[in-house]
């Protein structure tokens, strides 16, 4: 039965009062809020208090609820359950007990606990639901369905939602997600095209609770209420560097079935932290409340990120964590893990405002205190001779401090050698200090500015979904760009063996880190690795061993040293092209294997000749050179933007002419090859890196599709039987014809090929790869130990 309350039509605050969002129309009427997961652990501490909230706040509104609570459990078991936790549910401080008393009792008689398994079990939620707006004669505002169940089930239950617990046309339908969203790039595509298929973009919240904290919502509304002051010194001119830090003295137990497959960086790292540094660095929005704007301006700022590759980061292990994990996942006494508990990771933004600030990320489990904070740390040219506690000898910094800590309450601080800060809406200043520091500096040497009200992250979330307003909220793009940033980072740690700390002050100085221009390192020489940390693999042999494959030369080694050499190499034939004839034409093809490579070349080999460098396109795919998809659009985010390479010494494959893409009558192929003898002596590339695909094709010539068929064309439209189907690709004419082609295989995935293709005679048809036959010049294979050995 519902309890209908009435009164004043309550308008919901647009955040921060910059113009208002383009939300989607919120007439008033009933609500359906469905905890999916309603008896969990997240349900118990946070969601439920953020609904009562949300129904106290929505008193006299007009709007009506039920709320319900979803599981596997069945009905009198989990009911009893559900009663205990909404029972301790309270308000906040300006409602008086007594009328506290009356909403918790009306708030218990709108919620019930309802079996959700099966698709059955939402066609009845949805009749009930339905039956009762019948009943009752009310108008339906929406259903709220809080997915707070494991990452694996989303793609079922949005599913079932889509299938059977649509509203009636004009209310609206809200699915919220809790992350994990994937465990890297990949897998985050696969599960949001899978949400994708159930739910429109605009009815799915991702969310990300840093982004309801009070501090991290007000990091934009300071930015821009004290752009007078931040506009001259928001830049590399003035920031020394940035520090996002998120301590925790706690430990992983009972959750390690969980972390033990993420780890911190996936835990913590890849979002909230990844979302804190998005709000310090992009571009300001001219319009805070429009969720398009904010979404666009983090984008471009995670496109400009400098990818992170093993020289950005150190990892470590709290010493328990190894038994905890052979306890909890049942594994014997030699078992190892080695999923980081601990991170600093250096991250770098490729833009001229921030050119060469260090962005510190800093996360671990069991460290010596529980704080999270950003620091903006100024550059102090300021030299004092004599009094040092001069206010302006001593650091200047913004601080945007979460909570916990030694000050134990959120709030914004500005050392008062900077500027005094606009007050934030609904914030008030401290200015009663008890004897405290933060970060180097007395309380006192800071303004100081703390929300009136605290509110718990979720409680703030919750009410932003209700009123519909998304930008504090993950969006498809924004997600997959950050993990586009963090897998490559993630794939080069894979093997490495994090060092291991004994836990809380123990840690003394074990985790200080070093930064050295791009670099970060542990300041400490000593690795603790234990010996049964090695866990007798063969993992320490990290030599490079050079033979024979197909008949023609291989290098192969663990994947880090063997793009180390192959990079070596790189820049061998480069030099030795330009001194010889002040040229080098190098041909690079697309897909995942070589971003290592171009991250290595990016970030050690800054003695590349890249002004003598012409870069041309071994194959593109036929999308505009703007989409993700594109070869050259990844080959510029991985490389190009990131070396001194003339604009003019760049050949992107001219997929698109007349506004059309690839079609034979436009002649880009023959435009692609006339480019080439142009600017190619002899038409010979000095060096072609190729890879291998799982079906055996290389550059964009496929298996089935005639590759050798091309006679003397240079370059040629081609078809993939994978989407998108047309191609455009050097021919083997010109690949053989090069100097050097070097072939690149990474992956224990690519282990059966490898196997395969030593076995095999030549068979372009069958298997384009063996058609690589350079008639002049020479062939290597770089295979790493995981393609070559399984
Ligand atoms: C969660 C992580 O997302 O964030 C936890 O899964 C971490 O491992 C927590 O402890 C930190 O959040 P807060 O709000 O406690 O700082």
């Known amino acids: 039965m519902f309890v209908t309350v009435l009164l004043l039509l309550v308008t919901l605050c647009a955040q921060g009062g910059h113009g208002e969002e383009k939300v989607e129309a919120q007439r008033p009427g009933h609500v359906s809020v469905v905890i999916v997961g309603g008896t969990g652990d997240l349900a118990k501490k946070y969601l439920w208090q953020g609904f009562f909230e949300l129904y106290v706040s929505q008193v006299g509104s007009g709007n009506t609820f039920s709320f319900y609570a979803g599981g596997l459990s069945p009905v009198d078991q989990a009911t009893p359950v559900l009663f205990e936790i909404l029972k301790a549910a309270f308000c906040l401080k300006h409602i008086s007990e007594e009328r506290c008393a009356v909403l918790k009792e009306q708030f218990l008689r709108l919620a019930q606990y309802r079996q959700l398994k099966t698709l059955e079990d939402y066609q009845e939620l949805a009749k009930h639901i339905e039956k009762q707006l019948q009943e009752e004669g009310m108008a339906e505002a929406g259903r709220l369905f809080y997915l707070s169940v494991p990452a694996f089930a989303y793609a079922d239950i949005a599913d079932k939602i889509n299938n059977s617990c649509r509203p009636t046309s004009g209310a609206w339908l809200r699915v919220v997600l809790e992350k994990p969203f994937g465990h890297d790039f990949r897998s985050a595509q696969v599960l949001a095209s899978q949400l994708g298929n159930s739910l429109k973009d605009k009815e799915m919240y991702r969310i990300d609770h840093y982004l309801g904290k009070q501090v991290v919502s007000k990091i934009l509304p300071f930015r821009i209420e004290n752009k007078k002051f931040l506009d001259p010194i928001w830049n590399k001119y003035h920031i020394e560097r940035m520090e996002i830090v998120l301590k925790e003295t706690l430990d992983v137990k009972g959750r390690i079935a969980f972390y033990d497959q993420y780890g911190v960086i996936r835990d913590v790292l890849q979002n909230h932290m990844t979302e804190v540094m998005t709000l310090l660095t992009m571009q300001l929005p001219l319009n805070l409340s429009s969720s398009e704007e904010v979404a666009h301006n983090k984008l471009q700022i995670l496109s400009s990120l400098l990818p992170l590759g093993k020289n950005q980061a150190v990892i470590g292990q709290y010493q328990a964590y190894k038994t905890e994990v052979q306890q909890e996942l049942n594994k014997t006494k030699d078992h190892i893990s080695v999923t980081p508990t601990f991170a600093a990771v250096l991250a770098h933004v490729d833009e001229a405002q921030y050119d060469g600030v260090p962005i510190l990320l800093i996360s671990g489990k069991m460290l010596d205190e529980r704080v999270g904070y950003a ?29 916990h800590g030694s000050l134990k309450y959120p709030a914004i601080l500005v050392s008062k050698n900077l500027f005094k800060p606009a007050l934030m809406d609904e914030w ?42 998304k930008n504090s909220f993950i969006s498809t793009e924004n997600l997959l760009a950050s993990w586009g940033l963090w897998t490559p980072l993630l794939n080069g740690l894979a093997s490495s063996f994090p060092r291991i700390y004994p836990g809380g002050t123990d840690n003394e100085d074990l985790l200080d880190i070093r930064l050295k221009g791009n670099d970060i390192s542990y300041n400490s020489e000593v690795v603790i690795i234990s010996p049964d940390q090695m866990g007798g693999t063969s993992a320490n042999n990290f030599q490079v061993m050079q033979g024979k494959y197909r008949s023609a030369d291989m290098v192969s080694a663990w994947a880090e040293e063997l793009v180390e050499r192959l990079a070596a190499d790189l820049q061998e034939a480069a030099e030795a092209a330009v001194r010889e004839g002040g040229v080098f034409h190098l041909a690079l093809s697309g897909g995942s294997t070589p971003l290592a490579l ?64 690839c079609v034979e009558e436009d002649g880009a192929a023959l435009l692609y090859e006339k480019e080439i003898n142009k600017l190619v002596n002899g038409s010979r590339f000095h060096f072609v890196l190729l890879g291998v695909g799982y079906d055996g094709h290389t550059a964009s010539l496929f298996p089935g599709t005639k590759v050798d068929g091309h006679e003397e064309s240079l370059v040629a439209l081609t078809e993939s039987p994978v989407k998108p189907h047309q191609r455009m690709s050097l021919t083997f004419s010109a690949i053989n014809q090069a100097h050097q082609v070097s072939l690149l295989v990474m992956g224990k995935g690519k282990h059966e090929l490898i196997t395969q293709l030593s076995r095999m005679k030549d068979n372009p048809n069958k298997w384009p790869v063996t058609g690589v036959r350079p008639a002049n010049g020479r062939l290597v294979w770089y295979i790493d130990y995981d393609a070559l050995l399984g």
């Open 598 to 661: 171009f991250h290595r070349l990016v970030l050690h080999h800054f003695s590349f000749p890249w002004r003598n460098t012409h870069v041309w396109m071994v194959d593109e795919r036929c999308v505009p050179l703007t989409e993700l998809e594109s070869n050259f659009h990844s080959l510029h985010d991985h490389l190009l933007q990131h070396v001194r390479i003339p604009y003019y010494n760049i050949h992107p494959m001219p997929v698109q002419l007349n506004q059309r893409l």
């Open 428 to 469: 008030k200043e401290v200015t009663e200090h008890t004897d405290v520091s933060v970060l180097g500096l007395p309380i006192s040497d800071y303004y100081v500015q703390t929300p009136t009200v605290q509110r718990e992250a979720y409680a703030e979330l919750i009410a932003h979904i209700f009123a519909g307003h």
């Open 375 to 403: 620091r903006i740390l100024f550059k102090n040219d300021i030299f004092c001779l004599q009094n040092h506690n001069n206010i302006h000898c001593k650091p200047k910094q913004i601080v945007f401090y979460f909570g």
